[in-house]
């Protein structure tokens, strides 16, 4: 994924996220809910959701998977479909943005689902609704934070998607209905002032697979926090001999890190220069 491009936050009209497997194609066929981030959404809507480079290991998809499979029997869930395949390198659908809270309001909220409650482990928890998928992903290359998809893509994607099935979707009621920003960090706070919600009991394998999850989000992190990128500088063909070596820090530790008894994010400094713009904040 790369620092430059069509990013412009202040001018979002085709707003897209760059994300590494299996967390983004889980996204888009509506498994996953909640995106975790350091830092609060910045738009309401249609998200486009891009798939990083990087292959996926199968160790990583089977924690991941295993993870989603414990969270969903919760609510009594148990036939999940899973991707088939996972992806990389391509735009692979989108889902609606409808609102932002601390990882510690969602963790909280009662009204919603044990599982989804499960989901919120980062600083901000970005809550997705009504996930459409591409029924050819597009290839396409991605870029840091939110970004405008180019027209072209666009224009194509928007023909191209088609709703999902997902196994539980969920409907996160807005404080004001009328605005679409009403359902933000500090929102819905209040309302756990004088109560308790009830902690999430969890079982062994519960733990086991939260522990799973957890482990393989850290060993992406290691894997990725500072690769060496080779690019060549000169003709659009390459073939130019000048070499360029750029460090280019991931954008972020995949938000399946979870933090056993707390379900915040982890808490160590590097994961914090890992997660902001200097050291980025996507999946990529």
């Known amino acids: 994924m790369r620092k430059g491009g069509p990013r412009r936050e202040g001018n979002l009209t085709n707003p897209c ?3 590494h497997q299996p967390w983004a194609s889980l996204l888009v066929h509506g498994i996953k809910r909640i995106e975790g981030r350091s830092w609060p959404a910045p738009i309401r809507g249609r998200l486009w959701i891009h798939a990083a480079s990087k292959l996926p290991d199968e ?25 088939e395949h996972y992806p990389v390198s391509r735009l692979l659908g989108c889902v609606e943005v409808v609102g932002c809270l601390r990882c510690e309001e969602l963790v909280q909220w009662e009204v919603l689902p044990e599982g989804v409650r499960l989901e919120g482990q980062t600083d901000f928890c970005w809550l997705c609704e009504q996930p459409k998928k591409l029924l050819v992903p597009f290839e396409m ?4 934070r939110i970004y405008n998809l180019e027209k072209k893509i666009y224009e194509a994607a928007v023909r191209g998607v088609v709703p999902v099935d997902s196994p539980a979707p969920v ?3 807005l404080p004001n209905p009328r605005d ?8 819905i706070s209040a309302s756990f002032l004088d109560s308790k919600a009830s902690a999430i009991e969890k079982s062994s394998s519960l733990s086991a697979v939260i522990a799973g999850a957890r482990a393989a989000a850290m060993q992406f992190s290691k894997d990725q926090n500072l690769r060496t990128t080779t690019v060549q500088n000169g003709t659009p063909d390459r073939r130019s001999s000048k070499m360029q070596t750029i460090f ?6 995949p ?7 707390s379900i915040k994010a982890n808490s160590a400094l590097e994961q914090r220069n890992y997660f902001e713009e200097g050291g980025s904040s996507s999946h990529n």
């Not at 290359?141 to 840091?144: E, L, P, S, V």
């Open 17 to 19: 996220l760059t994300m």
């Open 59 to 83: 160790a990583t998809i089977k924690a991941m998977e295993d993870f989603y499979r414990e969270i969903y029997a919760l609510n009594g869930i148990t036939n999940i479909k899973f991707p």
């Open 141 to 144: 290359r991605g870029y840091q």
């Open 171 to 173: 409907k996160f009621p």
């Open 180 to 187: 679409p920003f009403s359902l933000m960090p500090g929102s």
């Open 248 to 253: 280019i820090e991931d954008n972020r530790i």
């Open 255 to 261: 938000d399946s890190n979870l933090k056993e008894g």
